[in-house]
DNA sequence: GGAAAATTGGATGTCAAGATCCTATTTAGC
DNA sequence: GCTAAATAGGATCTTGACATCCAATTTTCC
């Protein structure tokens, strides 16, 4: 129901939030388990949306263009795939002005739940989980 | 994030549920505004996993398999397309345990919501609704 | 200024979802 | 049994998501 896209998107920002140093694509591949060439689009996509920061030739690479209590899960989401609000009649019939009847009601409550429950969660919450597995399963501590 | 199929079949089993007989393809799609053509394989996978059912010959058509108080959206979204629930690791590794880390955790938690919302809503709850819009916005009131 | 390191972006390939069409099969009614 | 009405299912087409590759551009360092 997430998109692999969404998946590599969260999967980079969650490695990059824990860096203090730009890291190059390829090493954001490698740790996260994603196409580096596939990355590479996806990533250039968050920076456009201005949640990443590029930095071209030796010594570049990504960070996070805002400190990770400023990131949540939802606006990695929406710059990769919108939630899809269901705003209005999805059959496009126009006679029941804004309301949407039963069904589409329903399907848009549950996205409303996925999108605040995404919004409400930044990435510095996702770091300081009290988890024991770390983020993205297979990393030791070891920040910087 | 709910894919057109699954937007298909929900109008499609809403649609049924408010007829006492049964209904042929093409007056279902003309209805919910579906290509008759892939609402027909649609419908038959609904077939399949008996929350429809058939019936072949003059006077035939489609009809639902069960009461509308004994079909979930959850029923018909599981049919078209599960929610994919996040179980284990989508990295692949395995030094956890069936823990999931911070970020899958949440990700999980509000595809759980969405399984949840989907598994306590019948059809006949949605038809009940006490909504001036009617189910799938431009059908009036008339039942048959 | 030249070389090496990195992202950028265009062109292209692959595959599954969405959609269509046509024939086969089943069924009701005569 | 024959015919008309309906679904079943196979073959095919189209489009967008996912993915790859390579040349162009920017940047640092010498």
Redesign the pocket.
């Known amino acids: 129901m997430l998109?692999?896209?969404?998946e590599?998107a969260l999967r980079a920002v969650v490695f990059l939030a824990d860096k203090v140093e730009?890291?190059?694509?390829?090493?954001?591949a490698e740790a996260t388990k994603?196409?580096?060439?596939?990355?590479?689009?996806v990533?250039?996509g968050l920076?456009?949306v201005e949640i990443l920061r590029?930095?071209?030739?030796?010594?570049?690479?990504?960070s996070l263009a805002k400190k990770p209590e400023e990131i949540t899960i939802l606006d990695v989401v929406n710059a990769?795939?919108p939630i899809g609000r269901i705003d209005s009649c999805p059959l496009g019939l126009k006679e029941h002005g804004v309301q949407l009847c039963a069904l589409h009601r329903r399907l848009d409550n549950a996205l409303a739940m996925v999108e605040d429950a995404f919004r409400n969660t930044t990435l510095a919450e996702v770091l300081s989980d009290p988890n024991p597995s770390v983020p993205l399963c297979d990393f030791p501590s070891a920040h910087g």
Chains 1, 2 share one sequence.
């Not at 994603?34 to 689009?41: C, F, G, H, R």
């Open positions: 998109s692999q896209t969404v590599y730009s890291q190059k694509t390829g090493q954001i994603v196409p580096p060439a596939y990355l590479s689009k990533l250039q920076c456009r590029s930095q071209r030739g030796i010594g570049g690479g990504m990769v795939e």
